[in-house]
């Protein structure tokens, strides 16, 4: 099945689910809440935004320098940085590191690259066990699924549905509270961090004067995977650079705001190289690597390029209005809503996903809510021009254009056509062939109840009431 | 060509035609101020809505009794230190064992109650402490142990994440430390159904003895 008519069947079937509704629906309201609280304690949201704009846009139009920048200072404290231009290479770096290291385990914070470059399954294959630590995490990698959001991997799950998975994995009686979950994984992964050879992390952002990358996190569970394991590898796309580490003042708080409606969250740590001379732990090696993996394309796209300034908070998702009928896994992308529809055709082709940027009513709510200010809805209407202007359209819909632009330039054809089309509704209403199986316009009217046509056009109502007025006059 | 220069030749290129640049921000705030005489105030009431434990001593005699309060409520009884004076000070009236970082750090810190470090500065803005591997005695006592207790100075408290950037920028700039972590409350998850679970895998306890003498 193409990703497309995939997408359009996940979709169908998660629409229908009222049940995931309902969860989705409690999820983001909580979410909504909370962001309006936090958002109450700036004086200007919006002044935020624009300078977080301001200094993304610095950061990206001038990558090759600030990415050289953090490479030199970060190497100075003995930083090992490594270059990926794709997932196969990254995930090599790795492996190649882990077999001559002698690393058998190792611990994982939350990482959206590692889900994007499949780390876990490459790690597997070569008999070396990654564990998720991040709860959420932990979750779906019990139950082998993806992530559901990118900053809320179980948003679709009940606390039920997690206490059943505990249950048969961890053997663990049911009937637990949140709480008591959460304090079983704590209790499971304690273990894990203590007998890990490597731990691997993400990075929220690159610090590009102070060479520092910084990790964003509520558990901890980061902080533990770069303490205790004698090996820290952290793994970054590389358009998460900011140019100073002074940067982190406003990005630390919008970032936590937008993502989980916090003023800041619980831990927010900036590691710039391994165990130093004087410091009494912390890992013996640090290595970081920079992961193009598609990137480069959408760098080059100059109309486009803002949608790497994206700090991957997941606000656009939870303000979608397809996102909170669909849900994450219908994406079929490790970027789920409006963010992933924008990025995922640069990053693996756009024929096989543009299909994202037509599944939007283009309302601008993920323009209005994202804190760095990218421009979403037209970037999915632009996606949407050049997938057409590449040839990636159906003929029948081609065709259908053309007779819709020609019927739209041409008055009488136009008028014809108004009187035709009522005709028509009438005979398909009257004869119950409107969504049937054989109704020409099926796919529309199937889901759709179109209103009544008018019996009268505008003009003609309005041709008379002026005839009307004049004779009262 | 190898990776580096691949991605450095891709990103020059794509970088030839430029992107529209956004309009210039006015320099406005962008948080609201906090006077000077409420600074201790405001970091107590981001600390409490947190659902960290705060406490304001003027003296030592004060501090220890509320030290040894805690201790019997929360039965805090493997304690350790960092050796840092007011660190010290603090652990002794909770017989802590005080740190020598010779090899006692790091992992070595799993069976413990409490762990307790002086910091580099406080943020009253968002009810932060802001700890290095010098202030937090490496990385690990103050994530590893079930409680933290952090002890800090008036003089140290700051107003924003700026200020904090500017002091650590004045004490560490010419030899950055390999870590700085802003904690901000107990450790905390909300994966599930979105309800607030304190002590997902850093400490379920942060407590905060600020000393004015």
């Not at chain 2, 105030?41 to 220890?64: G, Q």
């Not at chain 2, 493997?78 to 840092?84: F, G, Q, Y």
């Not at chain 2, 010098?134 to 103050?142: N, P, T, V, Y």
Request: include cysteine; charge should be neutral; aromatic fraction near 6%.
């Amino acid at each position: 099945m193409s990703h497309a008519s995939q997408f359009e069947h996940d979709s169908i079937l998660k629409t229908v689910n009222l049940r995931h509704r309902a969860i989705l629906q409690k999820a983001t309201g909580t979410y909504d809440t909370k962001v309006a609280e936090t958002k109450a304690k700036f004086i200007n949201w919006n002044h935020g935004r624009e300078i977080a704009r301001q200094r993304k846009w610095e950061a990206i139009n001038r990558l090759d320098f600030y990415l050289q920048e953090f490479e030199r200072s970060t190497s100075a404290r003995g930083t090992i940085v490594h270059w990926a231009a794709d997932a196969a290479r990254a995930n090599e770096i790795i492996l190649r590191l882990c077999k001559a290291r002698g690393v058998r385990k190792l611990v994982k914070s939350k990482s959206m690259v590692t889900e994007e470059i499949h780390l876990n399954e490459f790690l597997e294959e070569h008999a070396i066990t990654p564990v998720e630590t991040d709860l959420g995490e932990y979750i779906v990698q019990l139950r082998h699924e993806t992530p559901y959001h990118i900053v809320t991997p179980v948003m679709h799950l009940t606390k039920e549905d997690i206490d059943l998975t505990f249950h048969e994995k961890l053997g663990t009686p049911t009937g637990s509270t949140a709480e008591g979950l959460a304090m079983t994984a704590r209790r499971v992964l304690r273990n894990e961090y203590l007998t890990a050879d490597m731990g691997i992390t993400g990075a929220n952002f690159i610090v590009a004067d102070t060479g520092m990358i910084s990790i964003t996190e509520n558990e901890g569970n980061a902080r533990l995977c770069s303490s205790i394991p004698r090996i820290h590898v952290a793994i970054c796309g590389i358009e998460k650079v900011l140019p100073r580490l002074d940067d982190l003042a406003l990005f630390l708080p919008m970032l936590a705001v937008s993502g989980t409606g916090q003023q800041l969250t619980c831990y927010n740590t900036m590691i710039g190289g391994p165990r130093q001379a004087g410091e009494t732990d912390g890992p013996e090696e640090f290595h970081v690597i920079l992961l193009d993996n598609g990137r480069t394309n959408l760098l080059a796209d100059a109309e486009q390029r803002e949608a790497l300034h994206c700090i991957r908070c997941g606000a656009c998702l939870n303000g979608c209005p397809i996102f909170k009928n669909v849900g994450g896994h219908a994406y079929g992308t490790t970027y789920q809503g409006p963010i992933g529809a924008v990025i995922t055709p640069h990053l693996k082709g756009l024929g096989e996903w543009k299909h994202l940027s037509f599944a939007s009513s283009l309302c601008g709510n993920c323009t209005d809510v994202c804190p760095v200010h990218i421009d979403l809805h037209h970037h999915l209407l632009q996606n949407r021009r050049n997938a057409v202007s590449a040839g990636y359209s159906s003929w029948i819909e081609r065709l259908n254009f053309r007779m819709w632009n020609s019927l739209m330039q041409n008055e009488s054809a136009y008028r014809v056509a108004v009187v035709l089309s009522r005709i028509a509704q009438k005979i398909s209403r009257a004869i119950g062939l409107e969504g049937s199986p054989i109704d020409p316009v099926q796919p529309w009217t199937d889901k759709r109840t179109l209103p009544a046509i008018a019996d009268k056009t505008f003009r003609d109502w309005w041709d008379d009431h002026k005839l009307k007025m004049k004779n009262e006059e | 060509m190898s990776d580096r220069a691949s991605i450095l030749n891709r990103i020059q290129n794509a970088l030839r035609t430029p992107a529209a640049r956004p309009p210039e921000p006015s320099p406005k705030p962008v948080f609201p101020p906090i006077a000077p005489t409420d600074l201790v105030a405001h970091l107590e009431r981001e600390l409490l809505a947190l659902k960290a434990d705060f406490h304001f001593s003027s003296n030592w005699n004060d501090a220890r009794q509320w030290l040894k309060q805690i201790a019997d409520q929360h039965e805090l009884r493997r304690v350790v230190t960092s050796p840092e004076m007011d660190a010290v000070e603090a652990g002794r009236s909770l017989g802590a064992r005080t740190l020598t970082g010779d090899g006692d750090c790091g992992r070595h810190l799993a069976d413990l109650d409490l762990g307790i470090t002086t910091c580099d500065c406080a943020v009253a803005r968002t009810g932060s402490v802001v700890l290095t591997p010098q202030s937090g005695f490496g990385r690990a006592l103050s994530v590893l142990p079930p409680a933290h207790l952090v002890v800090a100075r008036k003089s140290q408290v700051v107003t924003d994440l700026s200020d904090a950037y500017k002091l650590l920028q004045a004490r560490h700039g010419r030899n950055w430390p390999s870590m700085i972590t802003f904690i901000t409350g107990p450790s905390r998850t909300a994966d599930i159904e979105k309800i607030l679970v304190l002590g997902a895998h850093g400490p379920k306890k942060l407590f905060v003895l600020l000393l004015d003498f």
